[in-house]
């Protein structure tokens, strides 16, 4: 079953601020993705992590798969209101595919 | 990236009724096929795991019987709500994958369901 859990579940910020989602699993992850949605959109992929202490950037995001494979963080800088929606981890072995609780973002103006 | 389209994206059903879900590759061939249902403000919770030619993979708790998926093919997965109640009513959406393992989901724009 799904074992991924995101912090934290909500979180307002001032645009402009820095914003960062954690993702915890219970079990060694293969790889982990992380995906964005829109508040009335579908998920759409940003990126996947895959070795052991992996760091990659996208802009102003920047993701993290932690040493032992068991967490990820996603940091977002100097928050836009483009940036308003839920980011989910998902925890993709094999042949599953579980999406974490989700961050919901607010940016204020 | 890829598309995946899913029909209907609203539908309205009485109760009772069935209501066919259709989830599609239109430029890939995928292999495997997720059922999602989400409710509002909430993390998209897997149904099942459908892989072509063979029957789905039902997560824990989710009724086989009553959400019934074929993978028919390469491109066309579907998912029918047999005997819908309101209960049913949410927001059910589909994913694909590439033949390739550990690749990325592309999702379908989801399908609203309401059950009165």
């Known amino acids: 079953g799904q074992q991924v859990m995101q912090i934290p579940q909500y979180q307002h910020v001032q645009e402009g601020e820095d914003f960062t989602t954690y993702c915890n699993s219970s079990?060694?992850?293969?790889?982990i993705q992380w995906y964005k949605q829109r508040p009335g959109g579908h998920p759409v992929f940003l990126i996947q992590l895959v070795k052991s202490g992996e760091v990659k950037k996208q802009k102003r995001l920047t993701f993290q798969f932690g040493e032992a494979k068991k967490n990820s963080s996603l940091h977002i800088t100097a928050t836009q209101t483009t940036d308003v929606g839920t980011y989910f981890c998902a925890e993709t072995t094999g042949n599953q595919f579980y999406f974490g609780t989700g961050t919901s973002l607010t940016v204020i103006p | 990236g890829a598309v995946v389209s899913q029909h209907p994206s609203r539908v309205i059903c009485k109760s009772g009724t069935s209501v066919k879900i259709e989830c599609r590759s239109l430029d890939f061939q995928a292999t495997t096929m997720f059922w999602y249902r989400q409710f509002p403000k909430q993390s998209l919770m897997l149904m099942a795991t459908?892989?072509?030619?063979?029957?789905?993979?039902?997560e824990q708790g989710v009724e086989k019987d009553k959400f019934l998926i074929n993978h028919a093919s390469l491109t066309l997965s579907t998912l029918t709500v047999t005997s819908a109640h309101p209960e049913d009513s949410s927001f059910y959406i589909c994913s694909a994958r590439r033949r390739s393992p550990n690749t990325e989901a592309f999702f379908g724009q989801g399908t609203r369901l309401t059950v009165v």
């Open positions: 459908s892989n072509e030619g063979s029957k789905a993979t039902y």
């Open positions: 079990t060694t992850l293969s790889n």
